[in-house]
């Protein structure tokens, strides 16, 4: 085929797949577009080298890829390795997110794409001829003595970016399963181990940033058979809080409700609308007529976010109280990896 062909091939094929786009598709692109995930510009259907991608950030070397069922299958997966490496090597990073993971938890990956970018910057040196995966060059990583993956809670997304920005911890990957998971915690262990064996030869260590997030304790035992080590906890409010602090106050806690800044920002979706409150307000107190606070512990101080929780506490009937936490436990777990 004529080489001067294949740019003007690629196009057409982007542009067809545009039109094919999924409706999940559609809904991720309805929040990448124009700009609107902090001014970042995303690019839909993108020609990337011998490829093309679902989303690209260029300024951020950011791609990402939404995934259907095909992608967990043999040689769809081994495909998506080859590319994603080739991908690596010429510059950019990849986060991949299944179409469940989007459909369950549209907020959770707009929260994870949102860190990468945070501490996203074009890498000092890009390779000018990347290997071919067409050649099966480039497959292997030969960083991966030195690597670490992070494997967390949507919720936590944006809070291990800016530790890992503010440490420059360059060496550390950040993975997320969805926050909403948190209303369905028997999916927690599974979806930790399954990360875990598709990254451990990619990785030299392997760490898990999720509390026991009421698992009944098949994280822990996850962790254990896998040889990882997870933060100590029962759940993010007592590792920000310090762990140590938190149990030193639970009998005079016992009657709060706990946000943190992503509950704070993502307040309608976790916890209104999971709870049907939206379209039976009348259920407010059977819910949390138990409560007679709530505490928003702070990671950042931020008078939007502020604002925000003192309107839950009114949406909810509650005495409001602020704690300035900053990020408790988390950062050290996260820069001792």
């Given at each position: 085929?004529?080489?001067?062909?294949?740019?003007?091939?690629?196009?057409?094929?982007?542009?067809?797949?545009?039109?094919?786009?999924?409706?999940?598709?559609?809904?991720?692109?309805?929040?990448?577009?124009?700009?609107?995930?902090?001014?970042?510009?995303?690019?839909?259907?993108?020609?990337?080298?011998?490829?093309?991608?679902?989303?690209?950030?260029?300024?951020?070397?950011?791609?990402?890829?939404?995934?259907?069922?095909?992608?967990?299958?043999?040689?769809?997966?081994?495909?998506?390795?080859?590319?994603?490496?080739?991908?690596?090597?010429?510059?950019?990073?990849?986060?991949?997110?299944?179409?469940?993971?989007?459909?369950?938890?549209?907020?959770?990956?707009?929260?994870?794409?949102?860190?990468?970018?945070?501490?996203s910057s074009p890498s000092p040196g890009l390779?000018?001829?990347?290997?071919?995966?067409?050649?099966?060059?480039?497959?292997?990583?030969?960083?991966?003595?030195?690597?670490?993956?992070?494997?967390?809670?949507?919720?936590?997304?944006?809070?291990?970016?800016?530790?890992?920005?503010?440490?420059?911890?360059?060496?550390?990957?950040?993975?997320?399963?969805?926050?909403?998971?948190h209303n369905r915690p028997e999916k927690i262990?599974?979806?930790?181990?399954?990360?875990?064996?598709?990254?451990?030869?990619?990785?030299?260590?392997?760490?898990?940033?999720?509390?026991?997030?009421?698992?009944?304790?098949?994280?822990?035992?996850?962790?254990?058979?896998?040889?990882?080590?997870?933060?100590?906890?029962?759940?993010?409010?007592?590792?920000?809080?310090?762990?140590?602090?938190?149990?030193?106050?639970?009998?005079?806690?016992?009657?709060?409700?706990?946000?943190?800044?992503?509950?704070?920002?993502?307040?309608?979706?976790?916890?209104?609308?999971?709870?049907?409150?939206?379209?039976?307000?009348?259920?407010?107190?059977?819910?949390?007529?138990?409560?007679?606070?709530?505490?928003?512990?702070?990671?950042?101080?931020?008078?939007?976010?502020?604002?925000?929780?003192?309107?839950?506490?009114?949406?909810?009937?509650?005495?409001?109280?602020?704690?300035?936490?900053?990020?408790?436990?988390?950062?050290?777990?996260?820069?001792?990896?």
């Open positions: 085929m004529n080489q001067d062909a294949l740019p003007k091939l690629k196009t057409r094929f982007a542009r067809t797949r545009r039109r094919a786009a999924s409706r999940i598709e559609r809904d991720l692109w309805h929040q990448l577009r124009a700009k609107r995930l902090d001014g970042w510009k995303f690019r839909r259907e993108a020609p990337i080298g011998p490829d093309v991608v679902d989303f690209a950030c260029f300024e951020a070397k950011l791609v990402i890829e939404a995934d259907g069922p095909l992608h967990a299958k043999g040689p769809h997966r081994f495909a998506d390795q080859r590319r994603e490496s080739w991908l690596e090597a010429a510059g950019f990073r990849v986060l991949r997110f299944s179409e469940d993971e989007i459909l369950s938890d549209l907020a959770g990956v707009i929260e994870t794409i949102r860190s990468a970018l945070s501490h390779l000018r001829n990347p290997p071919s995966p067409s050649r099966g060059e480039g497959v292997g990583n030969a960083a991966a003595s030195q690597k670490v993956l992070v494997i967390a809670c949507g919720a936590l997304a944006r809070e291990i970016g800016a530790i890992i920005e503010a440490n420059g911890l360059d060496h550390i990957e950040l993975t997320c399963l969805p926050a909403i998971w262990a599974p979806g930790v181990r399954k990360l875990i064996h598709e990254n451990r030869e990619r990785f030299a260590k392997i760490a898990v940033a999720y509390a026991e997030c009421g698992t009944q304790g098949e994280l822990d035992r996850v962790c254990e058979e896998e040889g990882v080590e997870r933060i100590a906890g029962p759940h993010c409010y007592s590792f920000y809080w310090g762990n140590d602090a938190f149990a030193k106050r639970a009998d005079d806690d016992i009657d709060a409700f706990f946000l943190t800044d992503f509950i704070a920002r993502q307040f309608d979706s976790f916890v209104i609308e999971p709870l049907g409150l939206d379209r039976h307000p009348e259920l407010r107190d059977m819910y949390f007529g138990n409560y007679r606070r709530l505490i928003y512990l702070a990671q950042t101080e931020d008078a939007e976010l502020d604002r925000k929780a003192r309107e839950a506490a009114e949406r909810l009937g509650l005495t409001y109280e602020k704690r300035q936490t900053g990020m408790g436990d988390l950062s050290a777990f996260i820069a001792a990896r």
